[in-house]
Each structure stands twice: as C-alpha cells, then as structure tokens.
C-alpha cells in the first residue's frame, strides 16, 4: 500500500537516487526526480504530488527556495527542505516559504520518514482545517442569527453578514477590533467582555439574554457562546451566535397574559371546565367541577381514567359512541345532554359541550368538557310541560263547554230571531187588519154619521141655529173620518200591497205633512223597480219610524226622504232640521230604543245595516242601506 506520491528536487543524481531507493523502501511512491527549480514547479502542477522534498541549493535559475514558495502558494503541496547548509541566513530564507520540515545532509532513514509522515500529516490536518472554516463560513453566511468568533482579549476574528443589523458596522470593518474599538454602547461593551471572559475560564458555552433600547422601543437579544475546540490544550476562540428575540419576547409575554387571562376565565367560569388528554388522563379541572361532580383535581387526576364515570349509567353507551368519534378526529366538536352521578352518588341533569384538540395528523391529543348543571331547568321545564298537559285538558274541557253554550246561545238567538220575525210579522197583519177595520168600519160608520147629520141639517131649514150646529158636527165627522181614512192608509198602504214603494213613500209623506202640518218631501233617485212586500213593508216601516221620531223627539218641521238606487248598493236616508244629536251626546248605539231595535232588526231582515248620526249642521239621519 502506497504511503504517498513525492517529487524529488535534487541537484546531485548520487543524493537523489539514494532518497528515492529509502523512500521506496518506506512504502512511498517517488512521482519525478529533477534537479531544476522550474522543472520542478512544471512536474509539481502535472502530477500533483502529495509531498515534495526540495533542495535549497539547485542548478538553474530558480533557487530551491523561491521553487518551493511557488509551489506552496499556488499549488499548496507542502515541501520538506533539504540541505548541507544550516547558516541562521539559509534557515531565515527557509522560513518564509512556511515549509514543513527541514532536514540537514547526511540524514537517518528513519529521520527522513519521520519527518515525512508529521509533514503529509500537519498537510492534512491544516486541509481539513481549511475545509471546515470553508463550511463555517458558509454556515455562518446562511445563518439567520449574527455569527461572531473572538480570541481571548475579547477582539473579533470573525462576523458574518447578518451582523451588521445588530453591531451597525460591516463586517470587513470588525476584524481585530474590540467592541470597544468599534464604539459600540458602554454596557453592550461590559456584558459582552464578561461572558467572553466566563466562557473562555470555564470552558462551556454560555447562554445570556441582553436588552437594549432602539428608537425608544426595547429590543431584547438572546446571545450564546460555545468554545471552539481545535485540539490544543489551551482554548484560543470562542463562537458566539446572536439572535433578535424581541418578537418571541413579546409574542411570550402575549401567550402569559393570553394563558393568564384564560387561566382566571376557566377558574371563574359558571361552567365546570374538564380537559382530557387522548390517554384518559385529566389535564384541567376547575372549581365548578369539584363542586359539580364532588371530586377534588388531584383525585380526579389519580382515580377517573376518563370523563365517561360521571355519565349516568344509561346514558353512557350513548356518550361513549359520541366521545369515540371526537377522538378518533371523525368530529371536532359536539353538544349532548345526559344526567351525570357525583362523587356522593347524587344525580343532576347537564349540558355536555364536547370540544376535541385535533393535530396536524388528524389525531384528537385532548377533549376539553363544559358542563353546564340545568338540573332546575330541566325539573322547571318538566313542571312546565305538566302545566301545560293541565292547561290543555283544561282548555280542551272549556272549549267542549264553550261551544255548547255557544250552541245553545245560537239556538236561542236563533229562536229569538225567529219570535222577533214572528212578531213584527203579526204586527204588520195587525196593522193591516186595524187597517182594514178603519176603513171599512169605522170610516163607514163615520160616513153613516155624516150623511145622517146633513139628512137632519137638511129638515131643519127654519131652524137656523140647530141648523149650523149640525153643519158643526158634520164637518167635524168628516174630518174624523179623513183622519181615520189617512190612519188606515197609513196602517195598511194599498201601494205596498202591489209592491210599489215609491208611492206608498209618496203618501206618506203627504199623509204625514197633513196629520203634523210640516213639511215632508220624497227624493227618488235611479230607477225604482216593484219591491217584493217583504222588502217593501220593511223599508215603508223604517220610514215611518224615522218620521215619527223626526217629529216626536227631535220637534222637526222639513223632513226628506232619499231613495236611491244609483249606487252598488241602494239606500233609504231619512233627514230632518230637528234637534237631532247634540255634540255633547254622541248619536244612540244600536238598539238603544224600542223604536231603533225594530229599525236594525226590519234593516237585518232585508240584509241591509243601519246609520244613524247627527250632522254638525243640526237634525238627525238615519240611513239603511240594502242589496238591490
């Protein structure tokens, strides 16, 4: 196995082939052989060996020392010088190409292999060295947070990017400076020489939070150090990182206040707040809880595996199958109410609000539990429902009595309806026959008397004074039996008979103007059919009534009677210019008089209504109106 590939610069073959015979007895491969300083620098950049031993002293005009140097920086092979010369002037000239070795002609074998192997060793040391600062750097470059190196006088060897937001200064510019130096604040100078000084003594990393005020607002930065571990005994340089944590302060001292603020509510809920893990263990448990269900948080930790021994018996299966699906995370959340059994045993009607904890894996990790006791609701609401069951038998009972009282009430209006019909309709035969019996009796009689009077009038022709006062008693007779003939008429109107309203209106107004001595006028409006006798003997008898009235109680002298048949609906007005309805007293409801209840009962058997009022301009209306 090959230990290494070395070039040879030798200027003397003899020398030269003699180290290369060692060197392949040690096990290394000897890549070239040359006596010149620039050959060498060609073979060196061909072959790339892993080591060169050079002599200080060559042919040409390249020296050995120049030769290496090149060699050194730009191809970064390590070189082992060679001479016979050991003059402090030769080793000075040696020393600034940074060899890795130096041997004195003539040399041991083992001398010549030891050097070798601390040289290809120190050569891959100082390469891996170089590697990991290249990946330090690179690092440190992407790191979000500040990255710092300083050595043991607290001055900065190194600074990324990233920290000149926090020391406001270019990292080019930090290099070999104090913070100090750099004119950073006084106490960020105290704080950061300290933890420097801390960490360099003790040898462990070191963790501290600083604060510092920016623009007035506090910026708070969390700053760790660890010691860079190169292998030596004594610690030369510490890493420190730098991170802003003044939004994870502040978003901190959110949470605290958020989980403070809830913390209280959950204590001074009305509600009993329960919180289960996903392994049955309580993880919250409030006062309302202790004093709901009995059991105190730490007993209810060590003795209730999950929320389901608080559920009545028959009501667990239900809860159960409820409380698998929260925590399967098939469901977020659900609302179920149970009875629920305390720790004494005593039983109260609750209101579940079931909330599950669901991860990004869809698992449930808790069940937070706000049970709500509506056990006097529940008992107010069953006392209400059995009310209400009363209520309603009650109702149902009354209504049953209601509508046979109301039955009967109809009945009985009904029947009185029909007693009132029955009665005006004997009223108006009674008016008709004492009609007729006025007329062909005693209007009769009343002519038989007249025409005897004028017989005897007649005889007495010498007898003047007897004579006159039979003239008297004749005249007077026949005025009796106009009267009585006007009465009759009015009692039993021919024209009603043959349905003809308008006339028997016409004559009533013309008896009533000759009986009161007042005016009395009808106004026919439209065209005025034959009634048939019902509708017309109601109609001539709401009339009749209204004059009468008029003239009786409201001392009228012009009374008008309207017909008119004009409109959708036809109508009867009868006004006067009596005192009518004075505008202290409202006009009378319906039915208030005798007279007035005929009128709205004759107005209803026609299916007509009645109006009655007093206008401001004095008298009395009345109106019925009626289908055509």
């Not at 191809?75 to 010369?85: D, L, Q, S």
């Not at 190194?158 to 006084?186: D, I, Q, W």
């Not at 009796?480 to 009465?487: I, Q």
């Amino acid at each position: 196995m090959c230990k290494g590939i070395i070039l040879i610069v030798e200027d003397e073959a003899i020398v030269a082939e003699d180290i290369s015979e060692r060197l392949q007895r040690l096990g290394y491969e000897v890549c070239a052989i040359t006596g010149r300083g620039r050959e060498a620098v060609e073979i060196a950049e061909a072959k790339r060996p892993d080591l060169v031993l050079m002599d200080i002293q060559l042919t040409g005009t390249m020296s050995g020392i120049e030769a290496a140097n090149r060699i050194h920086k730009e191809i970064g092979t390590p070189v082992i010088f060679m001479t016979a010369h050991s003059d402090k002037a030769t080793l000075e000239l040696a020393k600034s190409c940074d060899p890795y070795g130096y041997i004195l002609k003539p040399f041991q074998e083992h001398q010549l292999e030891s050097h070798i192997e601390v040289a290809l060793n120190k050569h891959a040391l100082e390469d891996r060295l170089r590697q990991s600062e290249h990946q330090f750097r690179i690092l440190a470059e992407q790191s979000p947070d500040s990255v710092l190196r300083f050595d043991r006088e607290g001055r900065f060897l190194y600074a990324n990017s990233r920290s000149v937001a926090f020391l406001g200064v270019p990292a080019e510019c930090v290099v070999g400076k104090t913070c100090e130096e750099l004119g950073l604040p006084g106490p960020f100078c105290v704080f950061c020489r300290e933890l420097i000084a801390k960490t360099f003594r003790s040898g462990r990393g070191q963790e501290r939070d600083f604060k510092t005020d920016k623009e007035s607002r506090p910026q708070f930065f969390q700053i760790r150090t660890a010691p860079e571990v190169d292998g030596g005994a004594e610690l030369q340089a510490i890493i420190a990182t730098v991170r802003d944590v003044t939004r994870r302060r502040s978003d901190e001292r959110r949470m605290l206040e958020v989980s403070q603020r809830l913390l209280y509510h959950v204590n001074n809920s009305p509600l009993s707040v329960m919180e289960w893990d996903a392994d049955g263990k309580c993880l919250s448990w409030n006062g309302e809880a202790e004093e709901l269900f009995g059991w105190t948080r730490q007993e209810a930790v060590k003795k209730l595996p999950d929320c389901l021994p608080l559920v009545h018996p028959e009501d667990r299966h239900a809860f159960k199958v409820i409380l698998d699906r929260l925590r399967s995370g098939k469901q977020a959340s659900d609302f179920v109410k149970s009875r629920t059994v305390g720790r004494n045993g005593s039983m109260a009607f609750c209101e579940w609000h079931l909330s599950s904890l669901i991860d990004d894996d869809g698992h449930s990790r808790s069940i937070l539990c706000l049970v709500s006791d509506v056990t006097d609701r529940e008992r107010a609401e069953q006392d209400l429902q059995r009310l209400n069951d009363d209520l309603e038998v009650t109702i149902l009972r009354r209504t049953s009595e209601l509508k046979r009282s109301n039955e009967e009430l109809r009945r009985e209006i009904q029947t009185r309806r029909q007693l009132e019909g029955d009665i005006i309709s004997i009223s108006e035969r009674e008016h008709r026959r004492i009609g007729h019996d006025l007329h062909d009796g005693i209007c009769q009689e009343l002519a038989g008397i007249r025409f005897s009077v004028e017989a005897i009038s007649k005889q007495c022709k010498k007898n003047v004074p007897l004579r006159g006062q039979l003239d008297q008693i004749a005249l007077a007779v026949e005025r009796a039996s106009h009267h009585t003939r006007l009465l009759s008429r009015g009692l039993a109107p021919l024209d009603l008979e043959f349905g003809d309203l308008a006339a028997a209106l016409e004559e009533l107004a013309g008896n009533s103007s000759t009986l009161f001595q007042i005016s009395c006028i009808v106004h026919l409006r439209g065209s005025i059919p034959k009634f048939e006798l019902e509708k017309a003997t109601n109609l001539f008898r709401i009339a009749q009534e209204a004059i009468q009235n008029a003239i009786k109680h409201g001392n009228a002298t012009e009374i008008r009677i309207t017909l008119d048949l004009t409109g959708k609906e036809a109508s009867l007005t009868v006004s006067d210019n009596g005192t009518g309805f004075p505008a202290h007293r409202p006009a009378p409801p319906p039915g208030s008089g005798m007279g007035l209840k005929i009128m709205h009962h004759r107005a209803g058997l026609i299916q007509g209504t009645m109006e009655i009022g007093g206008p401001e301009t004095g008298g009395a209306h009345i109106r019925c109106k009626f289908p055509k």
